[in-house]
Nanobody, 125 residues
Framework: QVQLVESGGGLVQTGGSLRLSCAASGRTFSNYNMGWFRQAPGKEREFVAAITWSGGSTYYADSVKGRFTISRDNAKNTVYLQMNSLKPEDTAVYYC??????????????????WGQGTQVTVSS
């Protein structure tokens, strides 16, 4: 089992920045691709960004490309999501997810084996 705990959410004004963190425990962190998803009220959970186990490849949803950056520190068992130029439509609960490194990075939620409890991000207009 992999346990994931997100932190760093909060309330920010339009144009502001936040950095989310996700701390992993339970298994060897570098054996997992990591992803961030978000879910706004009344909407389905959607893919935001992902990073492969080595950090060598990153993937982004078109809606966040150029504004968000995913990174990881395997020595600290932590993945990050730096969010800049935030917009009200970025308001959602953000979830961290993990999938074994030998799997393809997918944007569908069913492809990810482990999930955190989520952290709320609210962007005021």
């Amino acid at each position: 089992q992999v346990q994931l705990v997100e932190s760093g959410g909060g309330l920010v004004q339009t144009g502001g920045s936040l950095r989310l963190s996700c701390a992993a425990s339970g298994r060897t962190f570098s054996n997992y691709n990591m992803g961030w998803f978000r879910q706004a009220p009344g909407k389905e959970r959607e893919f935001v960004a992902a990073i492969t186990w080595s950090g060598g490849s990153t993937y982004y949803a078109d809606s966040v490309k150029g504004r968000f950056t995913i990174s990881r520190d395997n020595a600290k068992n932590t993945v990050y999501l730096q969010m800049n130029s935030l917009k009200p439509e970025d308001t959602a609960v953000y979830y961290c997810a993990a999938a074994p490194r030998w799997t393809n990075v997918e944007v569908t939620t069913t492809s990810w084996a482990y999930w955190g409890q989520g952290t709320q991000v609210t962007v005021s207009s």
